[in-house]
């Protein structure tokens, strides 16, 4: 799969996500639901669908997620995202708006994944990532405060937004790494209950 296809997808599934959220009266992002799971997965700890469907209702705070077309669509979410992960090459695309959408609302889009997966990794783990590893987190903390009114509809701006995704995109992808290759297994965790989150 080109990188091409993997963003057209992404960009598919934002959309998609979008008017799911509208349907189901939730306020809450897409990309924020994406980096979610990506905080989960990267763990390289065992979570399945259901617990992944279980987690994020949990943090869209709703008692559980029963619309078919809800769990059709998180679960295809999941599914995708399990499998870049796990294809060697670097696959992970992020779920992000399109070009066509303001940057000041991509930007905006892009913090809220930096604070989902935040949200989703939790504390948890620090130990046995490498200094890297833990800039990386400390710097997702910082670009998840980024205002929308910080930055100008400039091409210098498109640049700078660009560069930062693949820096987010490629440091998910570093500790993902380091995680699933810490003792040369990954490791277990219970799926009965929802993970706690940082809020």
Known sequence: MTDLDRTEGAEVLFRLLANLFVEMDVFASPSECHGLLCGLLVQGKVLSEAAWLRSVASYLEQVKIDNNNAKELLGELYKNTASQLQTPGFELALVLPDEEVELSQRVES????????????????LASLSEEARESLEDFAEIAQIARDDLDETEEDEQDLMQISEYVRMAAILIYSELMTDKDKPLKTTTNQPPPYLH
Do not use: E
């Not at 930096?114 to 990794?121: H, M, R, V």
């Open 110 to 125: 892009l913090g809220l994944w930096c604070q989902g997966f935040l949200a989703g990794f939790g504390n948890r783990q």
